[in-house]
């Protein structure tokens, strides 16, 4: 990565994330690898005012801009005409500006961080933008792979602190340095000495909450795992997390139901809600053993205290890329056939949450609880195969967290679904993007995929589709070839049989990613690349239709090697052998090939 043009003195990094809690948590490892990489710089934040509280325990922020959420969210659904809601942000926007940033880092995924990752000068962008006529624009090579991630999520291995980290051009951070108050440390050791909690007691922190219904396991399951952990070991305190009246009357709940059943237990548990601000929640989470907990960005904030987790993770959720960043925390997932449901999806009937058996979770934590918070190899196996045996017991799902040697967070199935074909093809995605995006391709070729290979009449099927993909491809760079041959000796206007050729190829590659979902990445990330050239001027078509003719060759490419780790993989099955090349591609009934390159 090479600096940004910039004057004298420290750098300047202005980073745009307009998202909630858990988010900006997850962009902290970021801030500390810019911190690392640049260690003189100033870096500033803007954020939702209705978040920055949460934000004093990050050190190694300069400063924070705050934003009015519903006025910004009021403003882009107004009515009135853009000139009127850029007059009503110019001196927000002048004040930012003010800060005469060397680099803007945008992590705002939707159209209002286009418009601002446009709006607010830089000498130089990475993360999303906007085009002048309005288009989206992707700064830098895992941009465009945010914005296909929610559509293909079942075939993503890259968790988002590490994709956050791409997007910034960064490697993981060495370490995440907090400031935690002395004065926060002391109140939560006094709170526990004054409720019955020794020095030498197990401390299980839980998040009963989420920001939404779908992603909080319900009530009487917490009631049910708390009450077997507190059974099963007198040392045993669980403590209840949470704010806000949702919570309250949650939590409330828990502690009325256990103290209810059993009186004896209810010592033991410890009602918090609403009496930990954000300096002593990381106070609570570094003192604590373990937490339990729903997608939340507690859950984040534990992960940047080096706190063991054990995640509920149902509904919406998809643990590969939702999952706190961290070696050696553990996921419970729903193995329902309709999970992870489409993230904006408002489920009427959501059973998965109750696929999670309490006392499969009580088991798994209770386990943990035996090892330390950073597991060395032998530590790691032993557990993994613990949790093995816990997997025939029903629909419950385990992954478990493992730090690569490149610093990045995976996490692994296992049981049954580390041998499921979207394990397989997010194996070879990783693989893929990795020689791709990256050009990581030292040692990398001769590595064995993990997981599975699917069934040879089901890759068969794949890879015919991805035939015809790289089919589509090609015939795509011969028709801007021929428009660029047009442009080139003078013929004008271009013929318009060559332009609609250029729609219909298009057209079809979206139908394979229909029609073929483990290409859907690879097409519609072809598709993101073709938006985001941001030629507009008339002056340069030329431009224009280069870079249009390098999206179809890149396309090109990475089908041929998403083809070629596919076979690798196949070979590997006994018994398989490499199909032989078929012409034609009579196997796609209803999916005829039209030529529609005309002279």
């Given at each position: 990565?090479?600096?940004?043009?910039?004057?004298?003195?420290?750098?300047?990094?202005?980073?745009?994330?307009?998202?909630?809690?858990?988010?900006?948590?997850?962009?902290?490892?970021?801030?500390?690898?810019?911190?690392?990489?640049?260690?003189?710089?100033?870096?500033?934040l803007v954020a939702y005012r209705e978040f920055c509280p949460?934000?004093?325990?990050?050190?190694?922020?300069?400063?924070?801009?705050?934003?009015?959420?519903?006025?910004?969210?009021?403003?882009?659904?107004?009515?009135?005409?853009?000139?009127?809601?850029?007059?009503?942000?110019?001196?927000?926007?002048?004040?930012?500006?003010?800060?005469?940033?060397?680099?803007?880092?945008?992590?705002?995924?939707?159209?209002?961080?286009?418009?601002?990752?446009?709006?607010?000068?830089?000498?130089?962008?990475?993360?999303?933008?906007?085009?002048?006529?309005?288009?989206?624009?992707?700064?830098?090579?895992?941009?465009?792979?945010?914005?296909?991630?929610?559509?293909?999520?079942?075939?993503?291995?890259?968790?988002?602190?590490?994709?956050?980290?791409?997007?910034?051009?960064?490697?993981?951070?060495?370490?995440?340095?907090?400031?935690?108050?002395?004065?926060?440390?002391?109140?939560?050791?006094?709170?526990?000495?004054?409720?019955?909690?020794?020095?030498?007691?197990?401390?299980?922190?839980?998040?009963?909450?989420?920001?939404?219904?779908?992603?909080?396991?319900?009530?009487?399951?917490?009631?049910?795992?708390?009450?077997?952990?507190?059974?099963?070991?007198?040392?045993?305190?669980?403590?209840?997390?949470?704010?806000?009246?949702?919570?309250?009357?949650?939590?409330?709940?828990?502690?009325?139901?256990?103290?209810?059943?059993?009186?004896?237990?209810?010592?033991?548990?410890?009602?918090?809600?609403?009496?930990?601000?954000?300096?002593?929640?990381?106070?609570?989470?570094?003192?604590?053993?373990?937490?339990?907990?729903?997608?939340?960005?507690?859950?984040?904030?534990?992960?940047?205290?080096?706190?063991p987790v054990v995640c509920l993770s149902f509904a919406n959720?998809?643990?590969?890329?939702?999952?706190?960043?961290?070696?050696?925390?553990?996921?419970?997932?729903?193995?329902?056939?309709?999970?992870?449901?489409?993230?904006?999806?408002?489920?009427?009937?959501?059973?998965?949450?109750?696929?999670?058996?309490?006392?499969?979770?009580?088991?798994?934590?209770?386990?943990?609880?035996?090892?330390?918070?950073?597991?060395?190899?032998?530590?790691?196996?032993?557990?993994?195969?613990?949790?093995?045996?816990?997997?025939?017991?029903?629909?419950?799902?385990?992954?478990?967290?493992?730090?690569?040697?490149?610093?990045?967070?995976?996490?692994?199935?296992?049981?049954?679904?580390?041998?499921?074909?979207?394990?397989?093809?997010?194996?070879?995605?990783?693989?893929?993007?990795?020689?791709?995006?990256?050009?990581?391709?030292?040692?990398?070729?001769?590595?064995?995929?993990?997981?599975?290979?699917?069934?040879?009449?089901?890759?068969?099927?794949?890879?015919?589709?991805?035939?015809?993909?790289?089919?589509?491809?090609?015939?795509?760079?011969?028709?801007?070839?021929?428009?660029?041959?047009?442009?080139?000796?003078?013929?004008?206007?271009?013929?318009?049989?060559?332009?609609?050729?250029?729609?219909?190829?298009?057209?079809?590659?979206?139908?394979?990613?229909?029609?073929?979902?483990?290409?859907?990445?690879?097409?519609?990330?072809?598709?993101?690349?073709?938006?985001?050239?941001?030629?507009?001027?008339?002056?340069?078509?030329?431009?224009?239709?280069?870079?249009?003719?390098?999206?179809?060759?890149?396309?090109?490419?990475?089908?041929?090697?998403?083809?070629?780790?596919?076979?690798?993989?196949?070979?590997?099955?006994?018994?398989?052998?490499?199909?032989?090349?078929?012409?034609?591609?009579?196997?796609?009934?209803?999916?005829?090939?039209?030529?529609?390159?005309?002279?």
């Amino acid at each position: 990565m090479t600096d940004p043009a910039r004057k004298k003195g420290p750098m300047r990094i202005l980073i745009l994330a307009l998202t909630r809690m858990g988010d900006l948590y997850e962009m902290y490892p970021m801030v500390a690898a810019l911190r690392e990489t640049y260690p003189d710089s100033q870096i500033s934040l803007v954020a939702y005012r209705e978040f920055c509280p949460v934000l004093g325990p990050l050190s190694l922020l300069t400063s924070v801009y705050p934003v009015d959420g519903p006025s910004l969210l009021a403003l882009s659904r107004s009515p009135g005409s853009p000139l009127e809601a850029y007059r009503t942000i110019r001196n927000w926007l002048q004040e930012i500006d003010e800060f005469d940033a060397d680099l803007l880092i945008n992590l705002t995924p939707n159209r209002i961080g286009a418009v601002l990752g446009y709006l607010i000068r830089a000498r130089e962008k990475r993360g999303l933008h906007m085009t002048p006529d309005g288009y989206r624009a992707h700064y830098g090579p895992f941009v465009p792979y945010l914005g296909m991630l929610v559509k293909n999520r079942l075939f993503n291995n890259l968790n988002l602190v590490d994709l956050f980290l791409k997007i910034a051009c960064l490697k993981p951070p060495v370490s995440l340095p907090l400031s935690i108050l002395p004065e926060s440390r002391s109140n939560i050791r006094k709170k526990g000495e004054k409720e019955g909690v020794g020095p030498d007691d197990i401390r299980i922190a839980f998040a009963t909450g989420a920001s939404q219904e779908l992603k909080r396991w319900p009530v009487e399951r917490f009631l049910e795992t708390i009450l077997v952990l507190l059974e099963s070991d007198f040392r045993t305190h669980a403590i209840l997390l949470g704010s806000g009246e949702e919570d309250r009357k949650r939590n409330g709940k828990i502690f009325g139901g256990i103290s209810a059943l059993r009186p004896d237990l209810s010592v033991r548990l410890h009602d918090w809600t609403g009496q930990t601000g954000p300096d002593d929640l990381f106070a609570l989470l570094e003192q604590s053993d373990l937490l339990v907990s729903n997608d939340t960005g507690t859950m984040h904030a534990a992960a940047l205290a080096g706190l063991p987790v054990v995640c509920l993770s149902f509904a919406n959720l998809f643990y590969p890329e939702t999952g706190p960043w961290g070696d050696g925390n553990i996921i419970l997932y729903s193995r329902a056939p309709c999970a992870p449901c489409a993230p904006d999806s408002r489920c009427l009937h959501p059973v998965c949450r109750e696929d999670l058996d309490p006392r499969t979770v009580a088991a798994v934590v209770r386990k943990r609880l035996e090892f330390p918070r950073t597991l060395e190899t032998p530590d790691r196996e032993a557990l993994r195969l613990f949790l093995e045996t816990l997997l025939p017991v029903g629909k419950t799902g385990i992954a478990l967290s493992k730090r690569e040697v490149t610093g990045e967070v995976r996490y692994r199935p296992l049981g049954e679904d580390r041998e499921s074909p979207e394990e397989f093809y997010r194996n070879v995605y990783e693989k893929l993007w990795r020689e791709d995006l990256e050009g990581d391709l030292e040692g990398d070729l001769e590595k064995p995929l993990e997981g599975l290979c699917p069934e040879g009449g089901d890759i068969s099927q794949v890879l015919d589709f991805s035939d015809r993909l790289l089919h589509l491809a090609k015939k795509g760079q011969e028709v801007v070839q021929r428009i660029a041959d047009c442009l080139d000796s003078g013929r004008s206007p271009v013929p318009e049989n060559l332009l609609s050729s250029i729609d219909g190829v298009d057209r079809q590659v979206e139908e394979i990613s229909w029609s073929c979902p483990p290409l859907g990445p690879l097409c519609l990330f072809f598709q993101l690349e073709k938006e985001s050239i941001d030629v507009w001027n008339p002056r340069e078509i030329f431009h224009l239709v280069k870079r249009t003719e390098k999206t179809y060759e890149d396309l090109r490419k990475r089908v041929e090697r998403f083809s070629r780790i596919v076979r690798e993989g196949r070979r590997a099955l006994p018994g398989e052998t490499d199909r032989a090349e078929e012409p034609g591609m009579s196997r796609f009934s209803g999916f005829e090939m039209r030529e529609r390159i005309g002279q």
